[in-house]
């Protein structure tokens, strides 16, 4: 994003797949293990079409309950981080508002807001609609009603987008 500005909506929806393949396989460990800092920063671009999460140094193991410290960026963290909860739909908030981010080059709490949540419609109206109810269903501030499960959200994501194939279905022929 540094190098080459707000990413198109393609670009956006492979890091969406991308991200999302990685915290499947994160959060379905028997001790699921959650990052805690995904924000634009920590995922890496590997070649022209493949991204990688990075700085693993904030993960943490849902072994116990919630503690008093707080990991995350300001404006990537989901609102439960703040009283030290987290939660595999704590990632998903933050991957959310990671796309977001690159969708449109401002942090996220410089977006518009509609209540306590950014207000993905007017801070992207040129995403397709499917693109931006997918980002809704993320950056839902309510954990108990965001899109918490890395692969549900690959299905329905898979889903929406099935009359394209999803970028990630072309990625992996291309290997």
């Known amino acids: 994003m540094e190098r080459s500005g707000a990413f198109s ?10 991200m999302l393949d990685v915290l499947r396989v994160l959060h379905t460990r028997t001790t699921p293990i959650v990052h805690r800092d995904v924000k634009p920063r920590n995922i890496i671009r590997t070649n022209a079409t493949s991204f990688a999460l990075v ?9 116990g309950s919630a503690g008093s410290t707080i ?3 300001f404006g990537f963290m989901a609102p439960e981080q703040l009283y030290g909860a987290q939660a595999p739909a704590t990632d998903i908030y933050a991957l959310g508002a990671t796309a977001i981010a ?42 108990a009603k ?3 499960d890395a692969d ?10 099935r009359g394209g194939g999803g970028l990630l279905s072309l990625f992996k022929r291309a290997r």
């Open 9 to 18: 909506e393609d670009a956006v929806w492979a890091v969406l797949e991308q």
């Open 55 to 63: 700085d693993f140094g904030g993960v943490s193991s849902l072994r």
């Open 71 to 73: 990991v995350g960026t």
């Open 102 to 143: 690159l969708a449109t080059e401002a942090q996220p709490e410089e977006l518009p807001r509609r209540g306590l949540g950014i207000d993905v419609d007017s801070a992207v109206p040129r995403l397709s609609a499917e693109l931006r109810k997918t980002l809704c269903e993320m950056l839902e501030p309510d954990p």
């Open 146 to 148: 965001r899109a918490g």
């Open 152 to 161: 549900d959200l690959l299905a329905r994501i898979a889903k929406r987008r």
